[in-house]
T-cell receptor, first 116, second 114 residues
Framework: DAGVIQSPRHEVTEMGQEVTLRCKPI?????LFWYRQTMMRGLELLIY????????DSGMPEDRFSAKMPNASFSTLKIQPSEPRDSAVYFC??????????????FGDGTRLSIL | AQSVTQLGSHVSVSEGALVLLRCNYS??????LFWYVQYPNQGLQLLLK??????LVKGINGFEAEFKKSETSFHLTKPSAHMSDAAEYFC????????????FGTGTRLTIIP
């Protein structure tokens, strides 16, 4: 079975540029989560969706960050304009809707973002 | 609010020795608990989970964890460490009722000494 697929795996861009990270969840999973991982702050939940609807975006750091899920098989996390402090590894995860919160989340391999 | 505390950001053990990674949780009711492992340049993989069915939970790669309500702990163990166990380990908690978030600990980096 295909897991969670993220693209690109690595992104290097200059400050001020727009960055778009992409995620394809596991087919049939109703929940999708975006995380950011840094040495200083560890693993932070940015936003999550249920059935393509954003449920909680309280972890989104600022208005420069936005996320969309236009359909059940695709989500994007966009940063515009990007800043060096946005450099981190961004993970997407998904999990089934049935079974409740005891269902584990399945993670993609992440996008390593470097803003110069 | 729920939270997890992982004691020891770095743990080193010799190959063949016991692995013990500590996790304590804070929650108003017994939550669901998870251990994840992260290898370099990869995402997190589920090792095992506690969902109240049994207090001793067995996971992949020979790991197990015991839920102790009286100690609010969910420590991860493996009887004999292998070189391939070198990775970062995360404990996580989710509420049985309520939001769908997972709250992660700060992680423990496990080093195996040959």
């Amino acid at each position: 079975d295909a897991g969670v697929i993220q693209s690109p795996r690595h992104e290097v861009t200059e400050m001020g540029q727009e960055v778009t990270l992409r995620c394809k969840p596991i087919s049939g999973h109703d929940y999708l989560f975006w995380y950011r991982q840094t040495m200083m702050r560890g693993l932070e939940l940015l936003i999550y969706f249920n059935n393509n609807v954003p449920i909680d975006d309280s972890g989104m750091p600022e208005d420069r960050f936005s996320a969309k899920m236009p359909n059940a098989s695709f989500s994007t996390l966009k940063i515009q304009p990007s800043e060096p402090r946005d450099s981190a590894v961004y993970f997407c995860a998904s999990r089934p809707g049935t079974g409740g919160s005891n269902q584990p989340q399945h993670f993609g391999d992440g996008t390593r973002l470097s803003i110069l | 609010a729920q939270s997890v505390t992982q004691l020891g950001s770095h743990v080193s053990v010799s190959e063949g020795a016991l692995v013990l990674l500590r996790c304590n949780y804070s929650s108003s009711v017994p939550p669901y608990l998870f251990w994840y492992v992260q290898y370099p340049n990869q995402g997190l993989q589920l090792l095992l989970k506690y969902t109240s069915a049994a207090t001793l939970v067995k996971g992949i790669n020979g790991f197990e964890a015991e839920f102790k309500k009286s100690e609010t702990s969910f420590h991860l163990t493996k009887p004999s460490a292998h070189m391939s166990d070198a990775a970062e380990y995360f404990c996580a908690v989710s509420e049985v009722f309520g939001n769908e978030k997972l709250t992660f600990g700060t992680g423990t980096r496990l080093t195996i000494i040959p």
